[in-house]
């Protein structure tokens, strides 16, 4: 069992930049890759993140490309997403997940999820 905590979410102008913090704990959560899913108002969570276990692979989502980078310390047992250049269509709450493989942007794919953090861009 692995439960993530989310934070670091908050209102922030366009532009600006915020950082989300993923707090993992259980026995075996550093085994596992992670990521950042998104879902916005009416719309469906959609992909935004994904790291291996070692870190040594990310991918990113076209949309987000270039202004935000993902992160892991698995001393710590964390993951983070840093997000810079935020515009108003990254208003979303924000989730934590851990899967198997860093490789799948569906959903169906990761087995833990977090409760979610809330980011507001206002324009």
């Known amino acids: 069992q692995v439960e993530l905590v989310e934070s670091g979410g908050g209102l922030v102008q366009a532009g600006g930049s915020l950082r989300l913090s993923c707090a993992a704990s259980?026995?075996?959560?550093?085994?596992?890759?992670m990521a950042w899913f998104r879902q916005a108002p009416g719309k469906e969570r959609d992909f935004v993140a994904s790291?291996?276990?070692?870190?040594?692979?990310?991918y990113y989502a076209d949309s987000i490309k270039g202004r935000f980078t993902i992160s892991r310390d698995n001393a710590k047992n964390t993951v983070n997403l840093q997000m810079n250049s935020l515009k108003p269509e990254d208003t979303a709450v924000y989730y934590c997940?851990?899967?198997?493989?860093?490789?799948?942007?569906?959903?169906?794919?990761?087995?833990?999820w977090g409760q979610g953090t809330q980011v507001t861009v206002s324009s």
């Open positions: 997940v851990a899967g198997p493989s860093p490789r799948t942007q569906r959903i169906g794919e990761y087995d833990y």
């Open positions: 259980g026995r075996t959560a550093n085994n596992y890759a």
């Open positions: 790291i291996s276990w070692s870190g040594s692979s990310i």
